[in-house]
């Protein structure tokens, strides 16, 4: 079985402070890693994945992800907030072993966060 | 533009009434899903389908029924022997079913019964 964990379901952080939302998975074999972004009454919004390679990963609007094996953690950061960065944050996880199972992604349930001006 | 797109995006349900949410693609992707969204949780899949013709049941089908005739539509029908309807649903797709394939997803629907 895949799991996800978001242990914190709120994160506050002032406009222009680095950001960190934390992420760890659990899967049995190796991962592929997700992180989307929800604003109100919005759909989700696709911000960046690993799937191999170089362990930060770079995605969209300045967001970057860091990949730590041996700490089985996700967690996606950001240098300077900026108050349009509120918003609803997912992590999620696939097996890569479940190739052929569509079914197989696996969301956290959620991190809140919240800049400050 | 390429993209998702769901309606109705508010959709109210009278006690004992089936109710169908459309979602339509048009970015050439195999692969479509529904997931259902609670307040406080994260996304809980209902239904898949790989290719057309074809569908898998998710984590909490019961309730729900989908059907895949066209590569682009993928309609979901809540039914009456779903007792707890009312979430947002989300449409999403992808290019297939591989692991590594990003899921896309449209603006959701306001599932509401009254």
């Known amino acids: 079985a895949q799991s996800v964990a978001q242990p914190e379901d709120q994160v506050n952080v002032a406009e222009g402070n680095p950001l960190t939302v934390k992420c760890t998975y659990s899967v049995s074999g190796n991962p592929y890693l997700f992180w989307y972004v929800q604003y109100p009454n919005r759909g989700l919004q696709f911000l960046l994945k690993?799937?191999?390679?170089?362990?930060l990963v770079k995605g969209s609007y300045g967001f970057e992800a860091e990949f730590n094996k041996s700490q089985t953690s996700f967690h996606l950061k950001k240098p300077s907030a900026l108050v349009s960065d509120s918003a609803l944050y997912f992590c999620?996880?696939?097996?890569?072993?479940?190739?052929?199972?569509?079914?197989?992604?696996?969301f956290g349930s959620g991190t809140q966060l919240t800049v400050l001006p | 533009d390429g993209g998702i797109t769901q309606s109705p995006k508010y959709l109210f349900r009278k006690e004992g009434q089936n109710v169908t949410l459309s979602c339509e693609q048009n970015l050439n992707h195999d692969a479509m899903y529904w997931y259902r969204q609670d307040p406080g949780q994260g996304l809980r899949l209902i239904y898949y389908s790989q290719i057309v013709n074809d569908f898998q049941k998710g984590d909490i089908a019961e309730g729900y029924s989908v059907s895949r005739e066209k590569k682009e539509s993928f309609p979901l029908t809540v039914t009456s022997a779903q007792k707890n309807p009312t979430a947002f649903y989300l449409c999403?797709?992808?290019?297939?079913?591989?692991?590594?394939?990003?899921?896309?997803f449209g603006e959701g629907s306001w599932l509401t019964v009254v």
């Open positions: 690993y799937i191999t390679g170089d362990n």
């Open positions: 999620a996880v696939r097996d890569k072993g479940n190739a052929g199972s569509a079914r197989q992604l696996t």
């Open positions: 999403a797709s992808s290019p297939g079913a591989v692991s590594g394939n990003t899921i896309y």
